[in-house]
């Protein structure tokens, strides 16, 4: 399996990454590469959400990008762990609000357009990256847009979302995020659950699982991933 970490990202992409040094001490921001850009048909751009930073990054969104390219058994996929924002830290104010968001979604967008790729690209939020995803949408060009055990993205629906992607939204049974209220108040609360009725994406679900579990190798939620990053329908 062919794998570049951060130095093939800052040859690809220079436009959008700090120096070495900077990334070096940087504690927010990590980007890993799985399989090769250079000729993937196509990219999979995965967004964590709350707890992850440059000490877990392999263990959690790493890992999800490796397990989502390994399922696949395709050699013109990469898939890329986007760690390019401050991630909340536990069930506090920050992740509730929008602020880290509305900052990981103007560098999600940036990153985005300095691929300069042929490819189709697909982009994966999962649980707070799915709100940094929704702010970004609209101004995203690609081909998916998939929110997994999401709190909900700052839109009410697709058509606000602003976004020519197909959007999906796929919801495990075990996942607690689904107790969380659909609302938003101000800053506070990020509102329409997407894997609802009216939100007006493509909604998959699930029995079983957790919020942490859409990745895990072999499930039904991982397979459904793969099979929308190779542009099919579940």
Known sequence: MRRAVLFLLLIAVPSVTPSIA???????RRVAIVGDLATARDVVIVVPGSDVDVDRFDRTVGKMATNLYEQAHRDDLAVIAWLGYRTPQGLGVDAATGGLARTGAAALVEFVRALHTNARIHVFGHSYGSVVVGLAAHELDVADIVFTGSPGVRANSVAELGTKAEVWAIRSSGDWMRFV??????????????????????????????????????????????????????
């Open 181 to 234: 209220p659909g609302i938003r108040l101000g800053d506070l609360g990020h509102g329409t659950d997407p894997a609802g009725a009216g939100f007006g994406a493509t909604v998959l679900r699930f029995e079983g699982g957790k919020h942490d579990t859409y990745y895990e190798p072999g499930s039904d939620t991982l397979m459904a991933l793969v099979r929308i990053a190779s542009g099919e329908r579940p």
């Open 22 to 28: 900077e990334w070096r001490a940087d504690v927010a």
